[in-house]
């Protein structure tokens, strides 16, 4: 049986996804964004190992935190890289009545499809809208998020729209237009602010960290910029 390689598990997480939840963390991602504060998750074939049922075993007995809102997300790292295993665990989960939640920077392949279908919501996290700057900040192309952004409309499948802001590099006006392009059919959108609470692992990892001096962005600006997203959705869906 396929096993899932684990960094770790909070019990007890209330920012990813509704309600009190309980996220596990999976090894491996490909993306290297530059304000990654997991960069510890970035192996994939690190962490403890289990099988579906074992980690099942491990979550559902934090379920009497979950209330009637809550659940478990997958985040990571980038779960998707291990939908085969997700798969299996989310079965589970919704076998005993679990919400399920994906965290992602946005994969689609057959795997990924096939887990979407024991899915309640995924969070699907834009980096930057445009393709360039994508690249520059993760290293990656904004294709997959893009592809995996409208396959969940066509498909149905709730979602939230979230983007963490840095100063100097998505904290623009235009580019929170465009963000408000992938929002229009979003349960939720959320802005969060860039925050340094991960640079000790890339010390420890020994990995040159280049947002070094960059401080997180204001209260200010992040209530403006929450406003202009706001109102652009607000215009869009009314064309
Ligand atoms: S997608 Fe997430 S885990 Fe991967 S590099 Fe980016 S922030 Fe880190």
Not at 135 to 147: F, H, R, V, Y
Request: hydrophobic residues 35%; proline residues 5%.
């Amino acid at each position: 049986m396929e096993k899932g390689y684990i960094h770790s598990i909070e019990s007890l997480g209330t920012v990813d996804g509704p309600g009190v939840r309980t996220v596990v963390f999976l090894q491996g991602c490909v993306l290297r964004c530059r304000y990654c504060h997991n960069p510890d998750t970035w192996e994939c074939n690190a962490g403890k190992a289990y099988t579906a049922k074992e980690l099942f075993d491990r979550v559902i007995k934090f379920r009497p935190y979950f209330g009637s809102s809550g659940g478990i997300t997958a985040s990571g790292g980038e779960p998707l890289i291990q939908a085969k295993f997700l798969y299996e665990f989310f079965k589970l989960l919704k076998e005993a009545g679990v919400h399920t939640a994906i965290d992602t920077s946005g994969l689609i392949n057959e795997h990924v499809k096939k887990l979407l279908t024991k899915t309640d919501l995924v969070l699907l996290d834009i980096k930057h809208t445009d393709p360039i700057e994508y690249k520059k900040l993760t290293g990656s192309d904004l294709i997959a998020p893009q592809k995996m952004h409208a396959y969940l409309i066509e498909n149905n499948i709730p979602f939230w729209i979230r983007q963490v802001i840095v100063p100097g590099i998505n904290d623009n006006i235009e580019q929170i237009k465009e963000l408000a392009k992938y929002c229009i059919h979003a349960q939720k959108y959320e802005l969060i602010s860039y925050h340094t609470l991960g640079l000790n692992k890339w010390k420890k990892l020994n990995i040159p960290y280049t947002l070094e001096g960059v401080d997180p962005p204001s209260k200010e600006l992040m209530t403006n910029l929450r406003t202009a997203l706001k109102e652009e959705v607000n215009r869009l869906k009314t064309l």
